[in-house]
């Protein structure tokens, strides 16, 4: 199967892109991290960006909530083009969840404070009804216990999954992984990759940036290989790890998966 | 089949718990402690006790004249007597009952910030900021609601010490954080006006922005333009603070990871929302004992009015004791005036401490 088939293959019940991006290219100063970036995102899909450290792939997906600014072509992300526009990137990041390799939950605020901040700020919920989603949300990613603890006390898995209802409770329509297991205890991997992989069950669209091939293996629908700030390989996982094409694909993987 | 026999729990030796064992571990622990603590001993008895003798034990408490200081001791009954110049300055005596009803009201609203546990705390916190200056303002400038006019000329005292020192710190938080934000804006007209500020009022003494005030402002201002000494002396010491707050706070600003303000951009908080709600809490619970040693400083830079012709306590002290009715009384009013120095820096020392204890969360970066 080749690349248009594999991204065909789920982009048919969808007509529109959740996310399309068409040229992109980034610098930073005089280098160049991000060259010529197409890659369009059907809902409900779930792609796994992996490659080697400093291969742009963090920065890609930063883009696409606008913490980092493009410097050529088109980011589209429900409908609206990131542009300077102050109000089209509010709009996208409202509508677009990203989960931290720090986690970066806010240490001065309670874990359900921490869920209804935005929720209460940005949309504007009675602060009642934050308070309720935020609950459910906690009690998805199954630490319901520990609402009205300060992050400082909870384990680094633990934060992590506050981390992911946090971004949640605003209902967004994406979810950006940011290497989310990275900074975890290998205990710790596993409790944050369960509710992943739940939240990938239920219809979540999704960007992982992530080493973690099973997780890749068992939840992508698209693996998406980035070398040097070029995407160099994508296929669907089978293919993407049992026929690799790319000299550069067949390296690293087998770097990784070495052991 | 045999039971597990338990070793019983003995008491510890008596010579390491009570206060036996308190002495030993900390007075006369090792050789080098034992000579530590004879020797505070000889400090204490050389210093302290005298200091003490002449104080309270010796001191001369009641009477109404220099005759009735005939002991060795201090002369309080000077202090006792001209306690109303040292606490209301000039004012007239029909108008105490104003100043005094600030006093209280002051009083009223500190006290439960430093109680633990005290209902509506924050709305008090709250109004002690905003509405209390308005009140005190009406109650000490007078001129509105059938209140006679004071004159600010005839504040001194505690008073002026208390007034200039509220205004410096009520005002100087907030532009100073203004000021630190405007620094590490994007924009370069607003960061360049905020550098330029902050550097030009760190880099002058507060006795020359005092005497710019009062001497150099009215010689700009166009003809009849004449606002009061006192108001020109409060702004001065607003700027010149607010410069050092603004340092002290971008300091905090700066040790907040990078992490965070992604975080609040990426839940869609725009700039002052993620400021107010995220950064700055954070920011400035770091710096708090940077906030606090600059309020201090303020607190303690007031008295430097006094070339302006404005009457602190400390000037006020330092008016009375050359009154010829009294003689040598020098000691007694200078500390009378550093221990109201003191109690109000030691309080502010302590509140900052409770708050620090207060807002820990177990978050260690």
Redesign the interface.
């Known amino acids: 199967m080749t690349m248009t088939q594999a991204s065909q293959a789920t982009t048919t019940e969808d007509e529109e892109p959740v996310i399309s991006i068409k040229g992109m290219h980034k610098w930073y100063g005089e280098f160049h991290v991000l060259k010529d970036i197409n890659l369009d995102v059907a809902r409900s899909e779930k792609i796994v960006i992996c490659g080697p450290s400093g291969s742009g792939k963090s920065t890609l997906i930063r883009c696409i ?1 606008r ?1 980092e600014e493009h410097q050529r072509g088109q980011i589209i992300v429900d409908g609206v083009e990131l542009t300077g526009d ?1 109000k089209h990137i ?1 709009h996208v ?2 509508e ?3 989960v ?1 390799q ?1 986690f ?5 605020l309670t874990v359900l404070e921490n869920l209804t ?2 929720p209460i ?2 949309r504007k919920e009675l602060r009642k009804d934050a308070e309720e989603a935020a609950m459910l949300y906690l009690e998805r990613v199954r630490i319901p216990e520990q609402a009205d603890k ?4 909870l384990s680094g898995g633990q934060q992590q999954r506050v981390a992911i209802a ?2 949640l409770c ?1 209902n967004p329509r994406v979810m950006l992984f940011d290497e989310p297991t990275s900074a975890l205890d290998p205990e710790m991997i596993k409790e944050v990759l369960d509710v992943m992989i739940e939240l990938a069950g239920e219809g979540m669209t999704m960007i992982v940036v992530t080493h973690e091939m099973g997780f890749a293996k068992t939840v992508a629908d698209r693996v998406i290989f980035m070398d040097e700030g070029e995407i160099i390989e994508e296929n669907e996982p089978v293919e993407f790890f049992n026929n690799p094409q790319n000299d550069r694909t067949k390296l690293f993987l087998s770097q990784i998966l070495a052991h | 089949m045999t039971d597990v026999v338990h070793k019983p729990d003995l008491a510890p030796p008596v010579t390491t718990v009570g206060v036996i064992g308190w002495v030993r571990k900390n007075l006369f622990a090792t050789p080098f402690d034992t000579v530590l603590t004879l020797f505070g001993a000889y400090l204490v008895i050389t210093f302290v006790l005298p200091a003490l003798n002449w104080a309270i034990i010796d001191a001369s408490w009641s009477g109404k004249d220099q005759s009735a200081c005939t002991g060795e001791g201090a002369c309080w009954v000077f202090i006792i007597e001209r306690i109303n110049f040292f606490v209301y300055g000039f004012i007239d005596e029909k108008f105490y009952w104003r100043v005094n009803l600030v006093f209280i009201m002051f009083a009223a609203l500190i006290v439960p910030q430093f109680l633990a546990k005290f209902p509506k705390k924050a709305w008090l916190g709250w109004f002690l900021v905003t509405g209390y200056p308005v009140i005190s303002y009406i109650l000490l400038v007078g001129g509105s609601f059938g209140l006679a006019d004071i004159d600010t000329g005839k504040w001194g005292g505690i008073m002026l010490t208390l007034v200039l020192s509220f205004v410096g710190i009520v005002a100087a938080l907030p532009v100073g954080v203004l000021l630190a934000l405007g620094r590490r804006s994007k924009m370069p007209v607003i960061r360049g006006i905020c550098v330029c500020f902050i550097e030009l009022w760190r880099g002058v003494p507060l006795i020359s922005v005092l005497f710019m005030a009062s001497v150099m402002l009215p010689l700009f201002l166009p003809e009849g333009v004449n606002f009061n000494k006192l108001l020109r002396a409060m702004i001065g010491i607003v700027m010149f603070q607010s410069a050092y707050m603004a340092e002290v706070v971008r300091g905090g600003l700066q040790a907040i990871p990078k992490g965070q303000y992604e975080a609040a951009e990426a839940l869609g908080l725009n700039y002052w929302k993620s400021m107010v709600l995220i950064i700055l809490p954070q920011a400035l619970k770091m710096v708090i004992p940077g906030i606090v040693n600059t309020f201090i400083a303020l607190f303690k830079d007031t008295t430097l009015v006094l070339i302006i012709g404005l009457l602190d306590v400390l000037a006020a002290v330092q008016a009375a004791i050359v009154d010829p009715a009294w003689k040598s009384v020098a000691t007694e009013g200078y500390v009378f005036a550093a221990a109201v120095f003191w109690v109000f820096c030691f309080s502010m020392s302590r509140y900052s401490q409770a708050l620090e204890r207060k807002l820990y969360t177990g978050h260690k970066r």
């Open positions: 909530n913490l102050l509010e990041r409202r677009v969840g990203m931290f720090h970066n939950l806010f240490p001065h901040l935005a700020w940005v300060y992050p400082g006390q946090r971004s605003m």
